[in-house]
């Protein structure tokens, strides 16, 4: 009899700890960590904080930031493990990960990247955060006047006299100049590699002709820079949505419907303004804090 009462002693101890094991997310009774990582300048680095801020204040998950180079190297980490989340574009994935050169509409373009990286890696995709942050080529107004452009067509018969600047990512991908010079039959003077945040002040300047922008950086107005039109429409929609691995996903679930909330939150318009702050010195972390009180995500 004794016996028996031990042996059901150890069971309920054994269930209780089971119990107390998943009220608590982390061996230790720690919260899980989220591991999140962005690229290399300002909106991803927005971006990055904004959502681990959001998390850390909605869920009982606490999170870990890391800063990577360019897209392959956050999609590689995912990929790998390293990292559980990152805000990737979907453009970005059509061109730089899938390698794709055909034209799809906005909706067409997340629907391909989303069945094709979950089919191909296990990642998924949420709900696309809102912006549209496409590349943009930008010349300086006075540039704009004296040479009559309005379109990216009429900038090829000027632009063996022109140079032309860029991050490393778009020098090196389809979706970047090398697509962009075969659409257009395009030819520059000099094609010039810098730090994306440096390009916009170095266009301003005289140092370059033409800019590859991100059509959501505040400089652009700042500037009195002018954009030119993609009149062949050759940059593909480029959203801006959380992405993870299909198994983290599942694993979470919370997680994920309180990720949802975020979708559709923020315009262009509001990115330009959030990007500027921080390009003029504001905290990055201050500024994402911003960007959630503003839609009443937090307090």
């Excluded at 702050?277 to 911003?290: L, T």
Aim: hydrophobic content about 40%.
């Amino acid at each position: 009899m004794m016996k028996r009462v031990v042996c059901l002693l150890i069971v309920i101890l054994a269930l209780f700890v089971v119990v107390l094991a998943g009220c608590s997310s982390g061996e230790d009774g720690t919260k899980d960590t989220v591991r999140i990582t962005h690229k290399n300048y300002t909106e991803q680095r927005l971006t990055g904080q904004m959502l681990s801020i959001y998390i850390a204040e909605n869920t009982d998950y606490s999170t870990e930031v890391t800063e990577l180079g360019g897209t392959l190297l956050c999609w590689n980490a995912l990929v790998d493990g390293q990292v559980d989340m990152y805000a990737e574009f979907t453009g970005s994935a059509y061109g730089a990960i899938l390698e794709q050169t055909g034209r799809l509409g906005t909706q067409e373009t997340y629907d391909f990247v989303k069945n094709a990286t979950e089919e191909q890696y296990g990642i998924t995709w949420l709900d696309p955060l809102g912006w549209n942050n496409t590349y943009v080529l930008s010349v300086r107004k006075g540039t704009a006047e004296e040479l009559q452009l309005q379109t990216i067509s009429d900038l090829v018969p000027h632009a063996k006299n022109m140079v032309l600047g860029g991050d490393a990512e778009f020098l090196a991908r389809l979706d970047g100049i090398i697509g962009l010079k075969e659409e257009y039959g395009l030819e520059f003077k000099d094609e010039r590699g810098m730090d994306q945040g440096l390009t916009y002040a170095a266009l301003r300047d005289g140092q370059l002709d033409v800019n590859s922008s991100f059509s959501t950086d505040g400089r652009i107005a700042k500037f009195d820079l002018v954009n030119l039109e993609d009149d062949k429409a050759f940059f593909p929609p480029y959203y801006v949505t959380p992405i993870m691995k299909i198994e983290f996903a599942e694993a979470h679930p919370d997680l994920i419907e309180t990720l949802r909330k975020l979708g559709g939150q923020w315009t262009e318009s509001e990115m330009q303004v959030y990007n500027l702050k921080v390009d003029e010195g504001a905290d990055v972390e201050e500024v994402a804090r911003e960007m959630l009180k503003d839609k009443g995500l937090i307090d």
